[in-house]
């Protein structure tokens, strides 16, 4: 879980990972594998990545944008169907809105459609970029709550971005928190707030809950 | 390079042979013309030989490149105008001396028709009694006279200001005015005196009178025929035989005639004593439409398809910013600045051009081009950066993102360019008919000529009517195309 002030970096070290941006200097290990510009075609098959607005394709259908990668892979139509199957009883999401266009769905929906996407092929690791940054709250809290469902299911490498602190601390194992591009401290929410590894620390959980009893 | 070589000898060679069938004549855009055009085609008809008209083409660099390039083997103009205007030695005075210098392009030029059409200043009959107005000299006792000088006369060195300063004209009492317009002023008394060529057969129509020109200032502009040297020697003979037939009197009356009828070919037909003529009104008016209607689709489908298959690669390539991106769109945006007959006078001398459909064609391309690269490069352009990041996180290739998420989701915006090009297109090749390619055009040059609005109309308003069209065909298009996605 990948915490921090706005312009801290959590987003553009999400876009390192995955070499939308490449690094100035410094290298990207992916498995042990240094992701380079040949090699990162095929590494972003092995991702899922989702940020805040969706950014589903608004031509497509949810069905065409979630199945956008498979058939450009060639995966045949009896498999994707199951998958399609699979994903939605994950994500929660009625099978039969599948046909509609992003346009035609809620923020939530589009959230759960643009989670089916990065999902399709089984992906090792998942990236989230605020993935409930854009939705009101009384939704973001039953996505939160299927999220942390989902990755109990899935068991797999996920790193999520958010700027909220009690969302880190529902859905994290572990809290990275982040100022100005570089890494303060990593730990449980206990850890931090017990063993602030500096001043900073303190003065954003303060921050956070000031917030959210204001 | 050499491929381009061949090209280039493999399009002059077919030229030539497709010219070498009818004797194609030429005609500039005014009356006389026209007429002299009609005359020369039933003159080598007569002669056994086939012909073709290109009636009405936009000036004198125009038809003279055309000659030359041989897509026209002749076309009648003026001794003054060949010395000033084409081969720019005011100073050859002599029909030999013309004649010696044309013969270096390989054109060859008649006798004199018999007629000298050069500039006058008319004014009206009554007025000229009233004030005992009879030569240009009388004029230096009036100051008080109001002059109503076309643009190009104000301007021409055989115009307005040496003229006054050879006669001693001192007035002030002068403006610029349209030679169509200025008719009309000197109805309304609104001006006294306008510059005028002197066979107009708006002098007599309109009771005005020419005044004389005591100092012979205005050069002579003796109507001859221009032809090719290689033009069928029976065709040369034809118009050779025309010399001498025409006095001021005689051209005056038939463009009068041809005024009067809306009809050139009947003028013609008058020259050779058929009065009542009939063969003239052969073609129809429906198919004399269809026949402009095909052509104008034509010229402006071709136009737009070449544009489409060219400006969006261009539009995706200036989508993408850089110093080709700003290059290409200064470009297309500097093409569109250019007035369109000017783009037609710089595309003519190059070969594989000349006076051709493909000269029209290429222009109109020309102009079609930037509503669809900038349409293109804006539509890309304007797709949220969210959007383009998730289609690269998922591991698409460039090609695949272009294809299947970029040009889908721009497409709207890419249509609605080709829709504004495909409507310019329309209009523009009207033009085409300028340098004799046809299309809807052609009545309107010709009725802007005889200043007949029926004739004017009888291009105008299928012209509009097939821009509605396009349009509302380019609407529907819309609905197949652009992704039902982007609708809601």
């Given amino acids: 879980m990948l915490i921090g002030p706005s312009g801290c970096g959590k987003s553009t070290l999400l876009r390192l990972i995955i070499r939308i941006l490449s690094p100035d200097s410094g290298r990207v290990l992916f498995d042990g594998m240094e992701v380079t510009a040949t090699n990162v075609a095929a590494l972003r098959h092995r991702t899922g990545y989702v940020i805040q607005d969706g950014g589903l394709f608004p031509h497509l259908t949810a069905r065409e944008n979630v199945l956008l990668l498979p058939r450009h892979l060639g995966r045949t139509p009896a498999e994707m169907e199951l998958r399609i199957g699979e994903l939605c009883a994950l994500t929660r999401f009625p099978e039969a809105a599948m046909n509609r266009y992003p346009a035609e769905l809620s923020g939530g929906q589009r959230q759960r459609v643009s989670l089916m996407r990065a999902l399709v092929l089984a992906p090792e690791l998942l990236l989230l970029d605020e993935p409930l940054g854009a939705l009101d709250p009384l939704v973001r809290i039953a996505l939160q709550r299927d999220l942390k469902e989902i990755f ?29 591009g570089r890494v303060v401290q990593k730990g449980t929410l206990s850890d931090l707030r017990d063993h602030p590894a500096e001043p900073f620390v303190t003065e954003f959980i303060e921050a956070q809950r000031s917030l959210t009893f204001a | 390079m050499k491929r381009l070589l061949v090209i280039t000898l493999g399009g002059l060679i077919c030229g030539h042979a497709v010219a070498a069938k009818p004797v194609v004549i030429g005609s500039k855009k005014f009356t006389e013309s026209y007429v002299l055009g009609e005359i020369a085609s039933r003159a080598i008809r007569r002669a056994g030989l086939e012909t073709e008209i290109r009636a009405g083409m936009g000036g004198t660099i125009i038809v003279w490149e055309a000659l030359r390039s041989g897509a026209i083997s002749c076309y009648a103009d003026y001794t003054g105008t060949i010395a000033e205007e084409i081969l720019k030695q005011p100073n050859l005075k002599s029909e030999d001396e013309i004649r010696a210098e044309l013969a270096k392009f390989g054109i060859g ?303 709207r915006t890419i249509l609605a360019g080709i829709k504004t090009s495909a409507v310019i297109n329309i209009g523009t090749a009207t033009l085409a008919a300028l340098i004799g390619a046809g299309g809807l055009g052609e009545p309107i040059i010709s009725g802007l000529n005889l200043n007949d609005h029926r004739t004017i109309l009888e291009g105008a308003i299928p012209a509009a009517i097939l821009a509605l069209l396009v349009q509302w065909f380019f609407d529907g298009l819309d609905r197949v195309l652009i992704p039902r996605g982007l609708r809601l």
């Fill in chain 1, 152 to 180: 109990t299911r899935l068991q797999q490498t996920t790193i999520l971005v958010t700027h909220d602190l009690a969302e880190a601390a529902y859905l994290a194992d572990e809290i990275v928190l982040m100022k100005e």
């Fill in chain 2, 109 to 411: 030029m008649t006798a004199e028709l018999g007629f000298n059409n050069t500039y006058a200043l008319v004014l009206r009959r009554d007025v000229a009694e009233r004030m005992h107005l009879r030569s240009i000299n009388d004029l230096k006792n009036h100051p008080e006279l109001r002059f109503g000088l076309t643009h190009e006369f104000l301007d021409r060195k055989d115009g307005w200001r040496p003229l006054a300063e050879r006669y001693g004209i001192g007035t002030t009492n002068v403006r610029g005015i349209d030679h169509g317009l200025g008719y009309d002023g000197l109805k309304r008394g609104e001006i006294d005196l306008k510059d005028a060529y002197s066979t107009d057969a708006k002098i007599a129509e309109n009771e005005l009178v020419t005044l004389v020109d005591d100092q012979r200032f205005f050069p002579q502009y003796k109507a001859v025929f221009l032809y090719r040297l290689d033009a069928p020697a029976a065709a040369i003979d034809a118009l050779q035989q025309l010399s001498g037939t025409l006095n001021e009197e005689r051209m005056t009356k038939l463009n009068a005639e041809a005024e009067r009828t809306k009809n050139y070919a009947h003028a013609a037909d008058i020259y050779f004593h058929n009065e009542n003529s009939t063969s003239t009104a052969a073609e129809s008016f429906s198919s004399r439409l269809t026949r402009w209607t095909l052509r104008h689709l034509q010229l402006a489908g071709i136009s737009l398809l070449l544009a489409i298959l060219v400006g969006v690669p261009l539009g995706i390539v200036a989508s993408r910013g850089g110093f080709a991106g700003s290059a290409i769109l200064a470009f297309a945006s500097t093409v569109q600045t250019i007035p369109s007959l000017a783009i037609l006078a710089l595309l003519i001398p190059l070969p594989f051009f000349g006076i051709s459909v493909r000269t029209a064609i290429a222009a109109l391309f020309l102009y079609g081009l930037l509503p669809i690269v900038r349409n293109t490069a804006t539509g890309l352009q304007s797709i949220a950066p969210s959007i383009r990041e998730s289609a690269i996180a998922l591991g698409l290739n460039g090609r695949a993102r272009l294809f299947q998420i970029e040009l889908p989701i721009a497409s």
